[in-house]
């Protein structure tokens, strides 16, 4: 069993390394390490007043000295080990850089600490000893300090060196040892167990109860701390939404009217340009387009932030929002010598959505299609029903995209182009795909392969009404 409290600890370690090598658990351990190094050296000073005491006022009769003084001084030096190891990394900063070494201390030490009260349990009676019950605190040490697995193979481990107290006591192949006061062996009323009995439980109690009350106070305090960072979160959410509303009613009357002078400057109703003079004006709407689109993704986002989105969500028949977009869009892939066509199975069942942020992801995965798939290249929207969702997907056979470069294609404000051509849009399109999905209960993704075009796909679930209304 030994053995296996090894493997959990390797476990343990190896996790360590890992992702959780920063969890507040892993942070504490080097000063959770520290303050029971402290209680240790209590223990052994315990054990050591506690048998002179014993002796010499309460009378109890067989206890040996020198053995119990023996495993007091065994035990501290021990723990004058323990001590001096872990207390450079008592800080969290510290422990972070050291969480395989104090995950292996704390091991030896919860093992040490079982070898060592099977040993004095056998000196202070055995099987009837009083001190049966700090196998219990034992195990609290251990859950306190390590991972479920790890403590409950300690526990184990604990346990199964009491088996072996008890069974080779039963079995005569461990001689027993009963101090008269310390376990019942003379008279049924002898008073010294009595007194011994309600000192040592009363002190387990008194040990356990610290325990429990400042594993509490931590978990009260970790949860008021939380409950503050949830507070300021939503604090600079309500700041981040009417952020967004401010930006997209600020710029939309100024740039509306930018479009309008542009318009009326390349109509020429001003007079005659010149050529440098069109250049200008078609590099300047060029601009401008690209500002409206970020306009259009930021009033997408401010839509997103609304708190009561789910409440406005309702059948929605993505056939019509598919032939919608398809047709506004065919002139545009046509002007860039692409064809734009759907498939759209008959029967098709509704998603539980709201229309208008639908629309908004399809347009979004399709002028991105036209945007990097190239000239003379073929772009199809399909949809079709697979168990409780809808899939809707934007494909197309242009130049693909680097599989290294496919795991960013959703992050906000990243732009990866698919050819050989520089990366345009304001990077927000397909984060918004994104966040409408989310929002809908739905996911994301790409498949793509240099070469081989790639496949946007959008998943919903499914529409389903009851008797009571829409769901």
């Given at each position: 069993m030994v053995s296996s409290a090894n493997r959990a600890l390797a476990a343990d370690a190896a996790t360590a390394d890992g992702g959780d090598a920063l969890l507040s658990h892993s942070l504490l351990l080097g000063e959770r390490l520290y303050f029971f190094s402290r209680l240790r050296f209590l223990a052994a000073a315990g054990i050591l007043t506690g048998v002179l005491f014993a002796i010499q006022v309460v009378g109890i009769e067989g206890l040996d000295l020198a053995?119990?003084?023996?495993?007091?001084?065994?035990?501290?030096?021990?723990?004058?080990?323990?001590?001096?190891?872990?207390?450079?990394?008592?800080?969290?900063?510290?422990?972070?850089?050291?969480?395989?070494?104090?995950?292996?201390?704390?091991?030896?030490?919860?093992?040490?600490?079982?070898?060592?009260?099977?040993?004095t349990i056998w000196q202070v009676g055995g099987s009837q000893s009083p001190f049966l019950a700090f196998y219990i605190l034992h195990a609290i040490f251990a859950s306190v300090m390590l991972s479920r697995r790890a403590a409950f193979a300690h526990a184990a481990a604990g346990y199964l060196m009491l088996a072996a107290l008890v069974l080779g006591e039963w079995f005569g192949w461990l001689p027993r040892h009963r101090p008269l006061g310390a376990v019942f062996g003379g008279p049924e009323n002898d008073f010294r167990v009595v007194w011994?009995?309600?000192?040592?439980?009363?002190?387990?109690?008194?040990?356990?109860?610290?325990?429990?009350?400042?594993?509490?106070?931590?978990?009260?305090?970790?949860?008021r701390r939380l409950r503050d960072a949830v507070l300021r979160?939503?604090?600079?959410?309500?700041?981040?939404?009417?952020?967004?509303?401010?930006?997209?009613?600020?710029?939309?009357?100024?740039l509306g009217a930018v479009t309008t002078l542009l318009d009326n400057l390349s109509s020429e109703l001003g007079g005659p340009l010149t050529p440098q003079q069109r250049q200008w004006a078609e590099r300047a709407d060029h601009r401008l387009r690209?500002?409206?689109?970020?306009?259009?993704?930021?009033?997408?986002?401010?839509?997103?932030?609304?708190?009561?989105?789910?409440?406005?969500?309702?059948?929605?028949?993505?056939?019509?929002?598919?032939?919608?977009?398809?047709?506004?869009?065919?002139?545009?892939?046509?002007?860039?010598?692409?064809?734009?066509?759907?498939?759209?199975?008959?029967?098709?069942?509704?998603?539980?959505?709201?229309?208008?942020?639908l629309r908004e992801a399809l347009v979004n995965y399709v002028t991105n299609a036209i945007k990097h798939a190239g000239q003379g290249r073929t772009i199809v929207v399909r949809v079709r029903a697979q168990d409780a969702s809808v899939r809707m997907e934007v494909q197309d056979d242009g130049p693909g995209i680097p599989p290294e470069k496919q795991a960013q294609l959703f992050q906000e404000f990243v732009r990866v182009s698919k050819g050989k051509g520089a990366e345009a849009g304001t990077g927000l399109g397909l984060s918004i795909v994104r966040r409408i999905a989310e929002a809908h209960g739905g996911q994301v993704g790409v498949r793509s392969a240099p070469g081989q075009g790639s496949s946007f796909f959008l998943t919903l679930p499914i529409f389903k009404a009851t008797g009571q209304g829409e769901t």
């Open positions: 053995v119990l003084a023996g495993t007091a001084v065994f035990l501290a030096l021990c723990n004058l080990a323990v001590f001096f190891a872990v207390r450079p990394y008592r800080r969290p900063e510290r422990a972070a850089t050291a969480t395989r070494l104090l995950i292996w201390t704390a091991s030896a030490t919860i093992l040490l600490d079982y070898l060592v009260l099977t040993f011994t009995l309600l000192f040592l439980y009363g002190l387990l109690m008194a040990a356990t109860t610290y325990l429990a009350t400042g594993l509490t106070a931590r978990l009260r305090e970790s949860e979160t939503e604090r600079l959410a309500d700041l981040r939404r009417s952020f967004l509303h401010v930006v997209v009613h600020d710029l939309r009357s100024p690209g500002a409206l689109e970020l306009l259009r993704g930021l009033q997408v986002l401010a839509d997103l932030e609304t708190e009561s989105l789910a409440n406005l969500m309702v059948s929605v028949d993505l056939r019509a929002i598919v032939q919608e977009v398809v047709e506004e869009y065919a002139d545009l892939a046509q002007q860039a010598g692409q064809s734009l066509t759907a498939e759209l199975p008959e029967g098709l069942p509704a998603v539980r959505g709201i229309a208008r942020l």
